[in-house]
């Protein structure tokens, strides 16, 4: 089954730096890569998407590439803000059913 | 207007006890999922239904059984809860269509066994 690995598991950055986390999936079908992303307390809320026609998506700060010979995926932020913090899930699935596997999650510092 | 609404957000109850979460949406979706989140934050799926049929059922004891009354509605009930349930349980929903689409969560039932 599809396996995903996220990494950094923390990541601290000051207020305007960029953010990059990173993700690796195990399933060469995948074909779905969605971001969430959590509040303290909160739901997790999907923030950007891929899929695998496409090699980059881009919303306004957020970005996301997608390399699928490699078999990894980025989520790029740039001029980080300090309600960027959070944490932040990549997944993969390939099913019609969309049964997503989610990475370990990074949690997103932004100091101001 | 909440989209996707789960009852009740808290629950503390004993080792032993039978406890039920319910979840609603009002997004007309087709598919809606359990997702389990534990205390080191990792999300994972128990069980999704589409159009009140089981399609996805993980490796989650039998003592966890979900229930859809219809396509609106998916309940999870829980018999003989261990301490090792304790977590935060979300509901979630995604439209059928060309591909996988966004899923949309509840917000949260954060179950305490003791």
């Known amino acids: 089954g599809e396996n995903v690995e996220q990494h950094p598991s923390t990541l601290s950055v000051q207020e305007g730096d960029s953010a990059v986390i990173k993700c690796t999936y195990s399933?060469?079908?995948?074909?779905?890569f969605p971001w969430y992303k959590q509040e303290l307390g909160k739901r997790p809320q999907l923030i950007i998407d891929?899929?695998?026609?496409?090699g980059e998506k881009k919303d306004q700060r957020i970005a996301v590439t997608l390399n699928k010979t490699a078999k990894h995926f980025s989520l790029h932020i740039t001029e980080t803000q300090p309600e960027d913090s959070a944490v932040y899930f990549c997944a993969a699935t390939n099913t019609g059913f969309q049964k997503l596997v989610f990475g370990t999650g990074t949690r997103l510092l932004v100091s101001p | 207007d909440t989209a996707v609404s789960q009852t009740p957000k808290y629950l503390v109850t004993q080792m032993g006890n039978d406890k039920s979460i319910k979840c609603e949406q009002n997004l007309g979706h087709d598919t809606m999922y359990w997702y389990k989140q534990d205390s080191k934050k990792f999300l994972k799926i128990m069980f999704s239904?589409?159009?009140?049929?089981?399609?996805i059922n993980e490796t989650v004891p039998n003592r966890f059984s979900p229930k859809s009354p219809d396509k609106a509605h998916l309940n999870l009930h829980i018999n003989s809860l261990e301490l090792g349930d304790s977590a935060v349980y979300f509901c979630a929903s995604s439209p059928d269509g060309r591909g996988p689409r966004e899923q949309y969560f509840g917000p949260g039932t954060r179950l305490t066994v003791t």
């Open positions: 239904y589409n159009n009140k049929e089981l399609i």
């Open positions: 891929i899929r695998s026609n496409v």
């Open positions: 399933d060469s079908a995948s074909n779905y």
